[in-house]
């Protein structure tokens, strides 16, 4: 399609698409769906309310924003999923948490722990099979430094009183039992999952360890899941500017990290959706100052180091103006390589967390454009700090469901679509190039100097792709 996408033209989209609902339906979901105007008319986009049943959404449960984001990437803890062990299935290993340490020792990031409900335990209870199995994972696993319990739905539609368990157990092992009350049909989406998550952190965790003396340049990443090594190529680079990050919550986390995460002179939170709350009651307990940082594309990483940069004195400041020219011409060169290949190309997202944003600038620096964008499960602030990114004309939707995604996709004929692993697969048989933004698509680091020639690379492998031209859709045959 054209990157010239006037406004007209989207809102004609958007009102095409929604001409298939029932009245009722088509004025709620309209609610959700906006065209960017630099006169901000019609900009506000409702977020953070129910789906309407029966519509088809992409956005995951509370359990899910608990165990799969928050928790599950902390490595020195066995994470219990107390439930049935579906839910505890599709939340092993699917988000590509990266931990260093030695699996089933030091580090249990791959593994799935699960109690297993069955119908007896629906009947008569799980308190004490949770119990027995909390005492079989201090045998089996002595090094861990902790134990979360992750309810899922029937825990709390029986009472199951989690909570008594973990104060018995953690007296009686010595160790850390939290009790994370995140059962899915709680809330609206995934985001309640990560408040409660924050919570029991707050709760159980932050402030009770061993502490430590704070040196002059300690720094926090907060809501870096380490997908793909991202936390780690934050981290090469913040410490190249001469800063020192002793924590990162929660991508190749411990459980220390999570004690002393106040103990830091500034906390850099990556993403604001899922851990806002904890770095607010860091600052509004502890002190602990906090600033969002931003490192997808060169263009955003030069404005966060020198953000960065000025919250400390003229000697990491001076390092900062150092390292930033070292990597300007290597970052030319990356773009030079692919700028001619992608200049003029077209995306539309649709992810969750940070990214629906935090990625525009990435795409912007390899001349692409973003003609729509949404978050899955987004706050009203997280779409006030979106727009002012925006080009007019932009496309975007608030929890946008499989029929409307679709629809938008066939009508603005964007280059590339870039979202979930639920509408990977629909796109691909439609021959659209695509990239799986959830998880990188196997890919990655995405983040720093280090994660953008990836970046560049898999967006240009994913468009210039010979193979597209040889599908056609299975219902178009």
């Known amino acids: 399609m054209s990157i010239n996408q006037t406004k007209e033209f989207t809102k004609q989209v958007v009102e095409e698409v929604l001409e298939i609902y029932p009245e009722k339906a088509k004025k709620d979901r309209n609610k959700h769906l906006a065209v960017k105007d630099d006169a901000c008319e019609g900009c506000a986009v409702k977020s953070n309310s129910k789906t309407v049943p029966g519509v088809m959404t992409a956005r995951g449960c509370a359990y899910a924003g608990a165990k799969g984001v928050v928790w599950g990437p902390v490595k020195d803890v066995v994470h219990i999923s107390h439930g049935p062990v579906g839910c505890g299935f599709y939340s092993w290993g699917n988000r590509r948490n990266l931990a260093d340490g030695e699996i089933g020792v030091d580090n249990f990031v791959p593994f799935l722990f699960t109690s297993d409900f069955q119908e007896s335990d629906i009947i008569y209870g799980g308190d004490k099979k949770l119990e027995k199995i909390i005492g079989e994972a201090v045998g089996l696993f002595p090094n861990a430094k902790g134990i979360s319990v992750l309810s899922e739905c029937p825990v709390g539609l029986i009472g199951d009183d989690i909570e008594s368990v973990a104060r018995r157990t953690s007296l009686e092992y010595e160790i ?25 952190i707050r709760d159980h965790l932050l402030g009770k360890g061993p502490g430590r003396e704070v040196g ?15 936390a780690w190529a934050s981290k090469k680079l913040l410490e190249e500017i001469g800063l020192n990050v002793v924590n990162i919550w929660t991508g190749d986390s411990t459980m220390e990290m999570l004690q002393n995460g106040h103990l830091v002179k500034l906390n850099l939170i990556h993403c604001t959706r899922s851990m806002n709350y904890i770095v607010k009651h860091m600052e509004d307990t502890y002190g602990t100052p906090w600033l969002e940082f931003n490192f997808f594309g060169p263009t955003k990483v030069k404005e966060s ?25 290597e970052m030319a060169k990356v773009i030079e390589s692919y700028r001619s290949r992608l200049s003029g190309k077209s995306v539309m997202l649709y992810i969750g967390g940070l990214r629906p944003r935090h990625m525009i600038g990435a795409y912007e620096d390899l001349g692409m454009e973003v003609i729509g964008t949404g978050y899955e499960f987004a706050h009203k602030e997280d779409y006030e700090v979106t727009v002012p990114d925006l080009k007019e004309g932009t496309l975007i939707y ?43 698509d196997y890919s990655g680091p995405y983040q720093g100097y280090e994660g953008f020639p990836i970046f560049a690379r898999d967006m240009d492998m994913a468009i210039n792709s010979p193979t597209w031209k040889l599908i056609k859709a299975p219902w178009a045959k």
């Open 305 to 329: 180091l020198l953000k960065i940069a000025e919250k400390f004195d003229q000697t990491i400041m001076d390092k900062t103006l150092k390292v930033i020219e070292k990597y300007e011409a």
């Open 216 to 230: 002059p340049y300690d720094i926090g990443i907060i809501g870096d899941y380490n997908i793909g090594g991202d």
């Open 398 to 440: 608030d929890d946008v469901n499989a029929y409307e995604l679709e629809e938008f996709v066939q009508k603005l004929k964007p280059d590339l679509v870039g979202s979930g692993i639920k509408e990977k697969y629909v796109f691909e048989k439609m021959g659209l190039p695509f990239r799986q933004m959830h998880s990188w």
């Open 176 to 200: 850390p039992v939290i009790p994370v009350r995140c059962e899915g049909f709680r809330g609206i989406s995934q985001s309640l999952g990560h408040h409660i998550a924050n919570d029991a």
